[in-house]
C-alpha cells in the first residue's frame, strides 16, 4: 500500500520561508509515469493544487499564484518530494497535503484532486501579517 507522509509545516510571518517534505512508501518511487503533487486547503474553500513534478522526466508545474516563490523537487534516493515555499503570503495559510498517482497528460491534468490515488494526512502550514 503506498504511504505518503508530509513534514515541515508551521508558523512564519509574512515574507518567511518553508520546507515541505513529503516521504513516498510502498511503491517504486522511480515510477516514470508517477507524478507527485502538492494541493492545499484552507476553511471553507476547495481543495487546489500547489505545484507537481512528473518523476519520471522532472517536468514540474506550478499555480500561478505561487510561481516564482515556490519550488518543487524530488529526491529519487530518499524517495521524496519537496516544496520549498519563500516569501510567503498570509493568503499561503491552508492545510497542504502531498498526493501522487498515475496522472494522464499531467501537464494539462497536474491540478485536478481526483488525478490522484494516493494522498498524506497533511501538514498546516500557517503565515501571520
Known amino acids: 500500500q503506498v504511504q505518503l507522509v508530509e513534514s515541515g509545516g508551521g508558523s512564519v510571518q509574512a515574507g518567511g520561508s518553508l520546507r515541505l517534505s513529503c516521504a513516498a512508501s510502498?511503491?517504486?518511487?522511480?515510477?516514470?509515469?508517477?507524478?507527485m503533487a502538492w494541493f492545499r486547503q484552507a476553511p471553507g474553500k476547495e481543495r487546489e493544487g500547489v505545484a507537481a513534478i512528473e518523476v519520471g522526466g522532472g517536468s514540474t508545474h506550478y499555480a500561478d499564484s505561487v510561481k516564482g516563490r515556490f519550488t518543487i523537487s524530488q529526491d529519487n534516493a530518499k524517495n521524496t518530494v519537496y516544496l520549498q515555499m519563500n516569501t510567503l503570503k498570509p493568503e499561503d495559510t491552508a492545510m497542504y497535503y502531498c498526493?501522487?498517482?498515475?496522472?494522464?497528460?499531467?501537464?494539462?491534468?497536474?491540478?485536478?484532486?481526483?488525478?490522484?490515488?494516493?494522498w498524506g494526512q497533511g501538514t498546516q502550514v500557517t503565515v501571520s501579517s
Open positions: 498526493a501522487a498517482g498515475l496522472v494522464l497528460a499531467p501537464r494539462l491534468n497536474w491540478y485536478r484532486p481526483a488525478a490522484y490515488k494516493n
Open positions: 510502498g511503491y517504486t518511487y522511480s515510477n516514470n509515469y508517477m507524478t
